[in-house]
């Protein structure tokens, strides 16, 4: 099947700076990504969608200043948590479609301190 | 809105067991379905993905189901074993969008 790499799968900031999360798709060309959050022990929340050469689409109560996307090639999806709080600690997924299918990265856990 | 619900929230069975997962959908107007496999602290694995004209899929000791017109989808898990012990989750595809349920947490004990 496609493979999603995602990086880094762990990181610890300190509150205030911005962290970035890179998400590349190994074997196949993504026009759209997916970025997630999830918290223990509960499902995934659809943060926005990415879409590769055009402005991401955000769900509702995600603050687009506060999480950075940007999809500049059909391989390569970054989000950018800026200006990290401790609230902003959570296990952050990305997911890239291969034809009908989801595939996705290993995940990212965010800690700040 | 697409709702998904998973059934039962969490499930624990010895080894050897057969065992069915469950997954509802509010609209039926779906493109396709799929289920995930998430082990703690991981990403998701793709288990199976039915489309919408399909009834079932089927990948080794896994078997899904799907009932588009009821909104249902089961998971089915022959002869469990402790390597299955995880989080399995169902997401369904309207559009560019997939909405997943909550999961259901399964440990199969030796």
């Known amino acids: 099947g496609a493979v999603v790499s995602q990086h880094p799968s762990r990181v610890i900031c300190k509150s205030g700076t911005s962290v970035k999360i890179e998400c590349r798709s190994l074997d196949f060309q993504a026009t759209t990504m997916f970025w997630y959050r999830q918290f223990p022990k509960q499902s995934l929340m659809l943060m926005a969608t990415?879409?590769?050469?055009?402005?991401?689409?955000?769900e509702q109560g995600v603050e687009k200043d506060k999480f950075l996307i940007n999809h500049a090639s059909l391989t390569l999806s970054t989000l950018t948590v800026t200006s990290a709080h401790p609230e902003d600690s959570s296990f952050y997924i990305c997911s890239a479609r291969d034809q009908n299918k989801l595939f996705f990265g290993s995940g990212t856990q965010l800690s700040v301190l | 809105k697409q709702e998904v619900t998973q059934i039962p929230a969490a499930l624990s069975v010895p080894e050897g067991e057969n065992l069915v997962l469950n997954c509802s959908f509010t609209?039926?107007?779906?493109?396709?379905l799929q289920w995930f496999r998430q082990d703690p602290g991981k990403g998701l694995t793709s288990l199976l993905l039915?489309?919408?004209?399909?009834r079932e899929q089927t990948s080794g000791r896994l078997n899904a189901s799907l009932d588009k017109s009821s909104g249902r989808s089961t998971l089915y898990i022959a002869a469990s074993q402790p390597g299955d012990s995880a989080t399995y989750l169902c997401a369904v595809r309207g559009g560019q969008n997939f909405v997943f349920g909550p999961g259901t947490r399964l440990s199969v004990l030796p």
């Open positions: 609209d039926s107007a779906i493109y396709n």
């Open positions: 039915i489309q919408s004209s399909q």
């Open positions: 990415s879409n590769e050469g055009s402005k991401a689409t955000y």
